[in-house]
């Protein structure tokens, strides 16, 4: 018989927080996928839980080798378990591809829902939460994260980000920059452990809040662009295309002519605008 593929959430931080249905599935599963094997131990002592299977590590740096493997068990008939650190599994976290070879090879894959950082701090950060986009980590270059940062402006959702306590003054200033300092946001530390915190302010404002290191698991979260700063943004990134077109060569009222085909503006102003800049 098939065996199955089960992910379940755990605790981000309260251990209360766990479901039975967790604590039934680690022990009864055949297999536990972990990404750190000692925490699911760890946890498992907490909550009174005994794993009666066979405990395999399962990260980003060995889930394409142990991926195949594990499908091979559950085609052998295995019940296995997927947990990550924190959280569920495959949302930022080691799990999607497991998923898709499971399947791809047919092989039942449910879902023990649970905790999650990223619903935790939408819901406590105060803004819109009927339309968000979960963006996950920044890059790291600080040129990949300004093109990223760029292109996520005019975005109307909430945007939902993961950071390190040790980069998250970087990034709030590049958020304020790219974003504009005025608009609205939430700095989530430490969810629903003993000391969370939630501060709530403009991206200035919390660039300024957090300018030093701060300690603990954070969740960003920012209101997205609403129709008069996506239409300010718009305008501004089509002066910068202007802009560089002029720099490759171009005479500048061709490039504005260019870009004002494109985008729909005008191309007087697109001109003005560029020439103004560069004066």
Do not use: W
Not at 137 to 155: C, G, Q, T, V
Request: aromatic share 6%.
């Amino acid at each position: 018989m098939t065996g199955s593929i089960v992910l379940a959430a755990t605790p981000i931080g309260n251990d209360g927080d766990a479901s039975p249905r967790l604590r039934a599935e680690i022990a009864t599963a055949d297999v536990i996928a972990a990404e750190d094997t000692r925490r699911l131990l760890n946890l498992a002592a907490r909550l009174d839980t005994e794993p009666r299977g066979r405990l395999l590590s399962y990260y980003e740096h060995n889930e394409a080798e142990r991926g195949p493997y594990l499908i091979d068990l559950a085609r052998e008939g295995a019940h296995i378990l997927m947990v990550s650190d924190a959280g569920m599994p495959a949302v930022s976290d080691p799990g999607y591809r497991l998923v898709v070879r499971a399947r791809e090879a047919d092989i039942p894959v449910t879902v023990v829902p649970g905790p999650s950082a990223v619903l935790t701090a939408l819901a406590a950060s105060g803004l819109a939460s009927d339309r968000f986009s979960f963006e996950g980590f920044l890059p790291r270059k600080e040129r990949e994260r300004d093109e990223y940062l760029a292109e996520l402006a005019p975005e109307s959702r909430t945007m939902i980000f993961f950071e390190s306590p040790r980069r998250l003054p970087e990034s709030l200033r590049a958020l304020a920059q790219a974003f504009g300092p005025e608009r609205r946001g939430a700095v989530c530390r430490e969810l629903t452990k003993t000391h969370e915190e939630v501060v709530r302010a403009s991206l200035g404002e919390l660039a300024e809040r957090f300018a030093q290191d701060v300690l603990g698991e954070i969740v960003i979260v920012i209101e997205g662009a609403d129709g008069e700063e996506k239409s300010r943004l718009a305008f501004q990134r089509a002066v910068a295309d202007v802009k560089e077109l002029a720099a490759l060569g171009l005479r500048g009222k061709d490039a504005a002519g260019f870009v004002a085909a494109r985008t729909g503006l005008r191309k007087n102003e697109l001109y003005r605008a560029a020439t103004s800049e560069e004066s």
